[in-house]
């Protein structure tokens, strides 16, 4: 994992060690630059070393240097591509997957991207072509932002180091920000900063000499091209193969492993795979946290459990509000931009902790997105069941559950009455985008902490949820769930697990997010993937004799919850009411302070809007009032 930079443009010039020591947290390994003999065009790379250590520097080149390229990521198939480039004549110097992109590049052109199963975010110069070759992986676990200015193009894999350059004004996007206050993230290739875009998932582009983008082009994306000939047991032991594989190929690393595991039905399928597949014969390193607020806010009990039937060690940490207090504003810092939730900081500290023992972990990120696990799907689906009961339409192939067979999940949705509670209130049997729309909807509870003029003139959201609810060739309307939510809640959260891994110079691999398996996923028939209503249906039964019998059954996996509501009432309620309502926050004219200080005082359990507003003004404090130290 690493830190990436570039430049093109012939006029422009750069400090390029400003510009790098903003990455410096992400590859505290090495530092190195290229420049082309005409200094048109810059590479930036900062390096955490984690494959053929010695032999990894980069910018790496082809043999006659007309190839040149910075990679932040790992191909995790580079040994097999590597057999298949030297039979085809390549010569390596190296060992590392990031010679094999070089080599797949001279080989295949822009098409070598199909031949990759990792995540990654590169970019090549071709000097005979005189082009920018930028890429990013199919669901985007690493990052790439770039800046199309008038007179150079530049990129990095982080927003601070495009700002440390001057070239770009430190200004709000306020689409974005009305976004952010809804969504809880930004859309599409926005970020909140004005000319600061992020190349989407499973895209590339191309740029010429005179940092004009003249292509940008999506290479994979997630197709519901429904697999109706297989049986339920063929896909069962399809998924535990693809499983067992993307587990053993994420094991490659020349430095030490270990994994994060929270008790849950995700991380302990990983680590129960990485013990039973690890060859090196030394015990795995487990990383959990929790907070001491009572059994709510702790599942350490679970991760243990997990941990012994394992044979792996289990390291835990138990973060406090004095620890919020210190870490809060450079957590923002880390992440460019707001968090997505308050599960940010129990990760930061986690990641600290795992920091200290090793230097990559792997993790059970995007399974509830890949294999349909939140329960707000169930919330959504029962009222399509009880629409299709009624409708006498239930029967049809779309339906991934009848309400009479749905019925036996329905008390996992005990803890969700005030969301069913809310959810009902209206609308009742909408168009499915109207009512998904109305279960993503962040800002429910939150405008009146903002002055009227946070929103004016604001985009239609429901028509901008719905272009991409309707974005896929999905007809369920469990697919179509599944379909926003990779596009839009899966890159926040990935957002977050980037950035809390590489704040402390560490590798987080996440294997469920394998693009094998979600491409298998998207083809499993509705009524099999999300079957009577169970959420995880298939990877309950492909990980069953994999993970404990206790983990298996589970039905109240917390989600790492954060006992912020009785801190804002307590122990952080002067460091809230001193962020949010002095003076700086009151000039800027966003807030309405009456309602904040009402907010404070009410905050719901496990509520996000002081949450939301307290990332906001922290990210101003930080971003736009001072220069992103």
């Known amino acids: 994992m690493c830190g990436i930079s570039g430049l093109i443009g012939k006029s422009i010039s750069i400090k390029s060690k400003d510009l790098l020591s903003k990455l410096a947290h992400r590859g505290p390994d090495g530092e190195g630059e290229w420049f082309s003999t005409d200094k048109s065009v810059w590479l930036g790379h900062r390096r955490l070393a984690i494959i053929d250590p010695e032999g990894g520097k980069q910018p790496l080149s082809n043999e006659d240097g007309t190839v040149w390229i910075t990679f932040n990521g790992c191909i995790y198939n580079y040994l097999e591509l590597a057999q298949t480039l030297r039979q085809k004549g390549h010569r390596f110097r190296s060992y590392t997957d990031t010679e094999v992109i070089v080599h797949a590049y001279e080989e295949y052109g822009v098409e070598c991207l199909k031949y990759f199963i990792g995540m990654f975010a590169f970019a090549i110069w071709d000097e005979k072509k005189k082009k920018l070759f930028c890429a990013r992986d199919r669901l985007g676990v690493k990052p790439f932002y770039y800046s199309d200015q008038k007179n150079a193009f530049i990129f990095a894999s982080e927003i601070k180091a495009l700002l440390a350059t001057d070239l770009i004004q430190k200004e709000v996007n306020h689409k974005s920000l009305q976004e952010y206050l809804v969504f809880q993230t930004v859309l599409g290739e926005k970020t909140l900063f004005n000319k600061i875009n992020k190349l989407l998932p499973g895209h590339y582009m ?22 109706y000939e297989h049986t339920e047991e063929y896909f069962v032991d399809r998924l535990r193969v693809l499983l067992e594989d993307a587990v053993k190929i994420r094991l490659r690393s020349d430095v030490p492993l270990g994994a994060h595991l929270s008790g849950g039905l995700d991380s302990s399928a990983v680590v129960c795979l990485a013990s039973m597949l690890n060859v090196t014969g030394d015990r795995l390193k487990t990383f959990t946290g929790a907070f001491n607020e ?15 039937k394992a044979g792996a060690d289990c390291l835990e940490i138990y973060p406090t509000a004095d620890d919020f207090v210190d870490t809060l504003q450079k957590i923002i810092y880390y992440m460019d931009e707001p968090s997505a939730g308050p599960g ?4 930061y500290m986690v990641s600290r902790l795992a920091s200290e023992h090793v230097k990559v972990v792997l993790g059970g990120q995007g399974g509830d997105e890949i294999f349909a696990g939140y329960a707000r799907y169930l919330v959504g689906y029962l009222e399509e069941c009880l629409k299709g009961a009624i409708e006498e339409t239930e029967s049809r192939a779309q339906y991934a559950a009848t309400l009479s067979s749905i019925i036996s999940s329905l008390p996992m949705l005990q803890q969700y009455i005030p969301m069913l509670r809310y959810f009902w209130a209206e609308g009742l049997f909408e168009p499915q985008a109207q009512r998904y729309f109305r279960l993503m909807d962040r800002s429910a509870g939150v405008r009146q902490i903002y002055k009227e003029d946070v ?28 379909f926003f939510d990779l596009k839009v ?8 697990e980037d950035r809390t891994s590489m704040a402390w110079g560490l590798e987080s691999r996440v294997p469920l997010l ?21 959420p995880k249906y298939l990877f309950r039964k492909a990980i069953k004799n994999i993970v404990p019998e206790e983990i298996h059954k589970r039905k109240d996996k917390m ?6 509501h009785l801190w804002f009432k307590g122990k952080l309620r002067d460091y809230t009411r001193e962020a949010l309502l002095d003076n700086a926050a009151r000039q800027r004219g966003i807030f309405n302070p009456e309602a904040i200080e009402t907010a404070i005082e009410q905050e719901q359990d496990f509520g996000r809007v002081i949450w939301g507003a307290l990332c906001l003004e922290l990210w101003f404090k930080t971003f736009i009032d001072k220069s992103g130290e």
């Open 294 to 308: 009572g059994e709510k806010f702790d599942e350490t009990r679970y991760a243990r459990l997990v941990a012994e």
């Open 559 to 564: 989600g790492f919850p954060v006992p912020l």
């Open 514 to 534: 394998d693009h094998r398996i979600a491409d298998l996923m998207a083809s499993v028939p509705p009524n099999i993937k999300f079957k009577s209503g169970q």
């Open 206 to 227: 191309l740029v010429d000499k005179k940092g004009r983008i003249v292509e940008n082009k999506k290479y994979w994306d997630i197709a519901f091209d429904i697999d």
């Open 344 to 347: 940010v900081f129990p990760q």
């Open 455 to 482: 929103f004016e003139n604001s985009v239609d959201f429901v028509e901008t949820f719905q272009k991409i609810f309707y974005g896929s060739n999905a007809e369920s309307f469990l697919n179509r769930m599944l």
């Open 489 to 496: 809640h899966l890159p926040a959260l990935l957002h977050v």
